[in-house]
């Protein structure tokens, strides 16, 4: 078995953020996008320096762009909410 502190407890870390933005998320917590894309930069180093490994780095950073794309869009729906309520 390996060592499990290989990579130096960032995968652990990696890992341990994006269950807390799941976490986040189910609870429609818009702050669970900005931990998912950190958790994501975590995964891509993880991937690219320390596992050599490009699918995981290339999938990760398309998962940041999808958190990004889902933060931008929540951001909007609030805007959207927050400018209907003050017309009425």
Partial sequence: MENIFAHYGI?????????????????????????????????IVLGL????????AIGNFAFFLINVRGFINW?????????AALKT
């Fill in 49 to 56: 320096f320390f596992m050599s490994s490009y699918g995981m």
């Fill in 11 to 43: 995968d652990w870390f990696a890992i341990a953020l994006s269950l807390y933005a799941v976490y986040l998320l189910g609870n429609k917590q818009k702050s669970g996008f900005v931990i998912f894309a950190i958790s994501n930069i975590f995964w």
């Fill in 75 to 83: 951001n909007k729906a609030a805007l959207k909410e927050e400018s």
